[in-house]
Each structure stands twice: as C-alpha cells, then as structure tokens.
C-alpha cells in the first residue's frame, strides 16, 4: 500500500535543482535577490528590477 512513487521512462534520473525567484516586491517598492541573500534595490517596477538583475548576472559572467 505504501510503494514508493515510480519513476516514468521519460523523467530525468537526477532533479533539477529548485530555483528560487529573485524580483520581489516589498511595498510598492521592487527589489532582487542576491545568492548571498542581499536585496537590491529599490527599482520603481518590476521591469527595472529585472534589467538590474540580468545587468549584473552579465557583469559576474564576464568576471569568470
């Protein structure tokens, strides 16, 4: 009764990691989310938080 869930042939064999998502609004006031936990912010909409975020994820890359 207690059989553990099966694996379809078509599943990945190891999970993706979860991913959490990192725009969020505080007030009326957006902000992202940095992987050390760091809000960055304030943007005025969602929109600018967003162009930030993808701004520095492009500075980090060309770091590496």
């Known amino acids: 009764m207690n059989d553990p869930p099966k694996?379809?042939?078509?599943?990945?064999?190891e999970a993706s990691p979860f991913r959490?998502?990192?725009?969020?609004?505080?007030?009326s006031d957006w902000y992202f989310l940095t992987r050390e936990g760091q809000n960055i912010g304030p943007f005025p909409n969602k929109k600018a938080a967003e162009d930030s975020l993808a701004e520095l994820l492009k500075t980090v890359k060309m770091d590496e």
């Not at 694996?7 to 064999?13: A, N």
């Not at 959490?20 to 007030?27: E, L, Q, S, V």
């Open 20 to 27: 959490t998502h990192r725009i969020h609004a505080i007030n």
């Open 7 to 13: 694996q379809r042939i078509d599943d990945l064999k």
